[in-house]
């Protein structure tokens, strides 16, 4: 079966160093991948979509890769601030047309002052 | 802002009541998601709508059952409530211009008790 695991539930880094995490898929050959940002309570806000035949997107202190050899993408923040600490989740869409996305579990990242 | 409203943020009801959930998509969104959210499931997708038809389906229960009207905006309806759906429950929508990205509304938080 389909399944998509990110690296670990919890992820602590210090104010300005890089973050990375990471998104492992099998059983799936998804048309394109997206990182989504999810404060507690509140509904996930996009962040940057990936497609199969990219390598790597950035945006701002953002950056994603997207290994579909590996069937891997690594989620990079770098400079990271407090701000930045929330529940980062990977989604996976599938290439029929509905795109429906199928998400890990979740990396909740902490930055800490 | 996503663009994407959806009411009431909080229900509370008992077990074996009906509730119905609205969400009114991004001005000009043809497709309509939703997803629910609980802390053993992670985010799980239901169901799909585009342009006031059903397109996709996926872990949605029986009793559980959606539509879109034509002004776009979309209903989920839960009937027979048990404790276990106590969730998140979330609409996306998604563009024709801007194909593959879905932005999520602030999700209603129901609990039954």
């Known amino acids: 079966s389909q399944k998509i695991e990110q690296n670990s539930e919890a992820l602590n880094i210090q104010e300005g160093k890089t973050a990375t995490l990471t998104c492992n898929y099998t059983n799936y050959s998804p048309a394109y991948l997206q990182w989504y940002r999810q404060d507690p309570g509140r509904g996930p806000v996009f962040l940057l979509l990936?497609?199969?035949?990219?390598k790597e997107k950035r945006k701002e202190r953002l950056k994603v890769t997207f290994d579909t050899t590996l069937k891997q993408s690594l989620f990079h923040i770098t400079a990271s601030q407090p701000a930045d600490s929330a529940t980062y989740l990977c989604?996976?869409?599938?290439?029929?047309?509905?795109?429906?996305?199928?998400f890990g579990s979740g990396t909740q990242l902490t930055v800490l002052p | 802002d996503s663009g994407v409203t959806q009411t009431p943020k909080h229900l509370i009801t008992a077990t074996g009541q009906r509730v119905t959930l609205r969400c009114s998509p991004r001005s000009g969104d043809l497709s309509v998601y939703w997803y629910q959210q609980s802390l053993d499931q992670g985010l799980q997708f239901l169901i799909q709508y585009y342009n006031g038809e059903e397109r996709a389906k996926g872990n949605i229960l029986e009793r559980f059952s959606a539509q879109q009207f034509p002004d776009l905006h979309s209903e989920l309806n839960l009937s027979s409530l048990e404790l276990g759906d106590s969730a998140l429950y979330f609409c996306?929508?998604?563009?024709?211009?801007?194909?593959?990205?879905?932005?999520f509304g602030p999700g209603t938080r129901l609990t039954v008790l």
């Open positions: 990936i497609r199969e035949n990219e």
């Open positions: 989604a996976l869409a599938g290439s029929g047309s509905a795109r429906q996305l199928t």
């Open positions: 996306a929508s998604r563009g024709t211009s801007d194909t593959d990205t879905q932005y």
